[in-house]
T-cell receptor
């Protein structure tokens, strides 16, 4: 069965510094997708970044990058130059199947990031 | 920018009452998902639609929950009767036919008293 593990319930980071949020996953599929979402206190889930299991390069989107280590089954999110607005819950999620599979997402329990001024 | 719409944003009800949530996905998105997120947890799938057809409702408590997407566009999720344990955030998401990224609406926060 699929599983997503986020071992950090809460993290603190100083404004303008980089932070890494951990995510490990478990699947028997060869084809899958990994996602990170941000959830502010308002409740909306905001898509940040996607990594496909066959992608050879780590995904990057602006200040977000995904450190994908397939052999270790880890997909850590790196946020560079943290901003106060980055304070939120962050969820790692996995979808079994490649592009077009339209499967549902399996989410971890999330990490609460607090950015200190 | 196209967004997933949900209403209401907040709902307070008493147990045993009926409640309904509405979702309008991004225009052209064929696949629609309803998730439930209990406080302190990640979202969990309740039901998935492809156009007007249910693809997966294995986690939907069918004795009290129902979902429909009659014309393959907007969708309604209903709970009848509501129970205290139904207090949660109900999130709707949609994706296009390529099935890449799921985009979420703002959610409906339900409180059952």
């Amino acid at each position: 069965a699929q599983k997503i593990t986020q071992t950090q319930p809460g993290m603190f980071v100083q404004e303008k510094e980089a932070v890494t949020l951990d995510c490990t996953y478990d699947t028997s599929d060869q084809s899958y997708g990994l996602f990170w979402y941000k959830q502010p206190s308002s409740g909306e889930m905001i898509f940040l970044i996607y990594q496909g299991s066959y992608d050879e390069q780590n995904a990057t989107e602006g200040r977000y990058s995904l450190n994908f280590q397939k052999a270790r089954k880890s997909a850590n999110l790196v946020i560079s130059a943290s901003q106060l607005g980055d304070s939120a819950m962050y969820f790692c999620a996995m979808r079994e199947g490649g592009l077009g599979s339209q499967g549902n997402l399996i989410f971890g329990k999330g990490t609460k990031l607090s950015v200190k001024p | 920018e196209a967004e997933v719409a949900q209403s209401p944003r907040y709902k307070i009800t008493e147990k045993s009452q009926a409640v309904a949530f509405w979702c309008d996905p991004i225009s052209g998105h064929a696949t629609l998902y309803w998730y439930r997120q209990i406080l302190g947890q990640g979202p969990e799938l309740l039901v998935q639609f492809q156009d007007e057809s249910v693809v997966d409702d294995s986690q939907l408590p069918k004795d009290r929950f129902s979902a429909e997407r009659l014309k393959g566009v907007d969708s309604t999720l209903k709970i009848q009767p509501a129970e205290l344990g139904d207090s949660a955030m109900y999130l709707c998401a949609s994706t296009d036919r390529r099935g890449d990224t799921q985009y979420f609406g703002p959610g409906t926060r339900l409180t059952v008293l």
